[in-house]
């Protein structure tokens, strides 16, 4: 049996995290966690502790054959390069920290000094790693030409569901309404001021219902906003738990992906678009580059415009009308994704792609 570890200073319970760890597991690999808590141990400390982590599995016998730095990685690449001496290590960057706070979150300009150091992290971390894990080939031609990355460092390993979570549920519907359900980080990727103007416009269909759960950076904006305008169809239900999230899911309609406006939600396939398929539903999310790499318009979802409220309002009034279409896109979408998809899967073509 081959050990992988995973190491630095990741949150093991993080959907990419527990995809990546389900899958080599399911491939027959030991997965060894060496990690620290950074809430805990804080600046200095935490290289310290991660030092003792990674000597304990030298005592306890559970010897790795690879080493994966795993999300959020970024400021661990080096340091995983001078205490694992002789191993190769792999880096799962998952996302760019420039482009997330850049230009997705705009939290700073692109040349000031936290710009310029988010920059130089994430050009250190893929240069200083053996390969570099990416969720789409959109993603790996941005750090490309982004960040001087050749291509063929990176391996394309979309993100996938936890299928331990989401999978298909079967339960007695507690309400009569048709229900819109979407899940995530309220950020602008998300474009949840897009699913806000659908829902305005099918404010006049009684039976219809969004629940949007989650919390974030525009929270507070999107609550005032659904107050003020009195959108009466909108249910904001907070942050919940992956399993509360699932049970949401299972009692929904249909399920929601991304439709932002920003240049990072053309280049991703959410985490909620493969759990929504992992539980067989209909999914409506944005046309885009990524998207398009893997699925098919009205075969494993309806694809829409992007940043568009009417063009999600006329995705689910189609899906709403079309009872068979529904049916048959979350057929589609779940066989695709148990074939193409699932942690097996996905962990299975990287251990090729890596000749491990």
């Known amino acids: 049996m081959k050990t992988i570890a995973f190491f630095g200073i990741y949150d093991p319970e ?18 060894v966690d060496v990690r620290v808590n950074p809430r ?27 080493i994966l730095v795993a999300f959020p990685g970024h400021t661990m690449v080096w340091f995983a390069r001078i205490i694992w001496p002789g191993y190769r290590v792999y880096f799962d960057a998952f996302l760019s920290r420039y482009d997330s706070n850049v230009n997705d979150r705009k939290s700073y300009k692109a040349y000031s000094l936290r710009g310029c150091a988010d920059w130089l992290i994430d050009w250190s971390s893929c240069m200083l790693a053996h390969r570099v894990l990416l969720d789409t080939q959109e993603h790996i031609t941005y750090f490309s030409k ?32 048709f229900i819109i359900h979407f899940h995530g980080m309220f950020i602008p990727l998300q474009g949840i001021k897009y699913i806000l103007e659908a829902a305005e416009l099918l404010s006049t269909s009684p039976d219809i219902i969004f629940h949007i759960i989650g919390s974030g950076q525009d929270f507070g904006a999107i609550s005032e906003s659904v107050q003020e305008r009195k959108i009466s169809n909108v249910r ?6 992956p399993i509360q999230v699932a049970q949401h899911i299972a009692e929904s309609d249909v399920c929601l992906g991304i439709f932002g406006d920003t240049d990072k939600a053309s280049r991703v396939v959410p985490n909620k678009v493969y759990e929504c398929m992992a539980m067989k539903k209909a999914v409506i999310t944005a046309d885009t580059p990524a998207v398009k790499e893997f699925f098919t ?20 009034l189609k899906l709403k009308n079309n009872q068979e279409q529904r049916k048959e896109l979350a057929e589609n979408s779940y066989a695709y994704f148990i074939e193409h998809m699932s942690p097996r899967v996905i962990v299975y073509n990287l251990i090729k792609s890596l000749y491990i």
């Open 14 to 31: 993080y959907s990419r995290n527990q995809v990546l760890a389900q899958g080599f597991r399911e491939n027959g690999w030991s997965v």
């Open 40 to 66: 805990i141990h804080r600046g200095i400390f935490k290289y310290i502790e991660l030092v003792k982590e990674r000597f304990k599995t030298k005592n306890t016998g559970s010897k790795p054959d690879v």
């Open 146 to 177: 982004t960040f001087f990355i050749p291509e063929k460092k990176m391996i394309r390993v979309p993100i996938g569901a936890n299928t331990a979570i989401f999978y298909p549920h079967e339960l007695q519907r507690s309400s009569k309404k």
């Open 236 to 241: 904001l239900l907070g942050k919940k738990e």
């Open 297 to 316: 318009n009205e075969k494993h979802m309806i694809l829409c415009e992007r940043s568009s409220g009417r063009g999600i309002a006329e995705a689910i």
